[in-house]
T-cell receptor
Framework: KAGVTQTPRYLIKTRGQQVTLSCSPI?????VSWYQQTPGQGLQFLFE???????NKGNFPGRFSGRQFSNSRSEMNVSTLELGDSALYLC??????????FGQGTRLTVV | KQEVTQIPAALSVPEGENLVLNCSFT??????LQWFRQDPGKGLTSLLL?????REQTSGRLNASLDKSSGRSTLYIAASQPGDSATYLC???????????????FGQGTTLQVKP
């Protein structure tokens, strides 16, 4: 079956702009989580959506937001981009008892 | 607050060696423990998942163990190969009610280099 798909794979944005990242989970998976990975901080949890509801939220500013649609696809939005938002953004879908499966990530560069 | 630590941060071994990567966590109330592999600039590939009720899982040359009472998990790689060179991450999944959540707490990873 198809894995987790993230689009786009690469993005270059200017400070102050906003960006939307997309994640399509594995078919049948209702939980989608987002993570930010940077060399200094490692992998940090952003938020989790389950059946269109945010179930968990990490310690990130309100500029980071997300949503999940009825087909379980999820989007993540970052507004007013800062240089420090440059990172690899990873999406994972999970199912009880099967663990988490990650997409290839979106590499965001803010200039 | 759950914290996950991995030791060592980096490891370089000659091809053919058996090796052990360590992962420790502070809160034993985990739902499961998962090991991942990450190649540079790529996403995470799931290697092994150990449910909280299990002690170990095996897949090919990989064996992962879980000891909740001591807050430790180990990943054993037998007969290492250059293709095993990557960063290995462990992550603890937390409870949400009686089930797990998608929230994973990651260690900082162990970067492994296997020399031919």
């Amino acid at each position: 079956k198809a894995g987790v798909t993230q689009t786009p794979r690469y993005l270059i944005k200017t400070r102050g702009q906003q960006v939307t990242l997309s994640c399509s989970p594995i078919s049948g998976h209702r939980s989608v989580s987002w993570y930010q990975q940077t060399p200094g901080q490692g992998l940090q949890f952003l938020f989790e959506y389950f059946s269109e509801t945010q179930r968990n939220k990490g310690n990130f500013p309100g500029r980071f937001s997300g949503r999940q649609f009825s087909n379980s696809r999820s989007e993540m939005n970052v507004s007013t981009l800062e240089l420090g938002d440059s990172a690899l953004y990873l999406c994972a879908s999970s199912l009880v008892g099967e663990g988490a499966f990650f997409g290839q990530g979106t590499r965001l560069t803010v200039v | 607050k759950q914290e996950v630590t991995q030791i060592p941060a980096a490891l370089s071994v000659p091809e053919g060696e058996n090796l052990v990567l360590n992962c420790s966590f502070t809160d034993s109330a985990i739902y499961n423990l998962q090991w991942f592999r990450q190649d540079p600039g790529k996403g995470l590939t799931s290697l092994l998942l150990i449910q909280s009720s299990q002690r170990e899982q095996t897949s090919g040359r990989l064996n992962a163990s879980l000891d909740k009472s001591s807050g430790r998990s180990t990943l054993y790689i037998a007969a290492s190969q250059p293709g095993d060179s990557a960063t290995y991450l462990c992550a603890a999944s937390l409870y949400y009610g009686s089930s797990n959540t998608g929230k994973l707490i990651f260690g900082q990873g162990t970067t492994l280099q296997v020399k031919p």
